[in-house]
């Protein structure tokens, strides 16, 4: 795997667990509106907005570098609109990156023994 490919995976997994948080908190906040005088609604789907923006910004980078077929980029963008969809894409896009590391490893280690 290469850098650019590598960055584009850590900046979109440093983005969805954040994102799947304030997506949680916003829906508590939306409950909390209709239930109480509480109304953080403003101040958490501005912050919401702002990392889902991010999140697909990423998502983009991350499908162009990474070269994703259509089906795995629309699971990963599935699964920023679904409220635990965040963590699902953090662990399944860290388990991705391991496995382009660890067969990037065992070319260069194919390479050197074949020289």
């Known amino acids: 795997m290469d850098i650019k490919t590598a960055s584009a995976l850590h900046r979109l997994r440093l983005v ?3 994102e799947a ?3 949680i908190l916003l829906l508590i906040c939306s409950v909390l509106k209709r239930t109480t005088d509480f109304n953080a609604v403003p101040v958490m789907g501005a912050i919401h907005g702002l990392l889902f ?4 910004l990423f998502w983009l980078d991350a499908w162009n570098k990474a070269k994703w077929p259509l089906k795995t980029a629309a699971l990963y963008f599935v699964l920023s609109v679904l409220p635990f969809g965040g963590f699902v894409a953090d662990r399944r896009l860290k ?6 590391v660890a067969a990037s490893r065992a070319d260069r280690k194919g390479v050197v023994d074949a020289a």
């Open 16 to 18: 969805s667990g954040p």
């Open 21 to 23: 948080v304030s997506f």
């Open 53 to 56: 923006v991010l999140y697909a």
């Open 95 to 100: 388990r991705e990156a391991d496995d382009m």
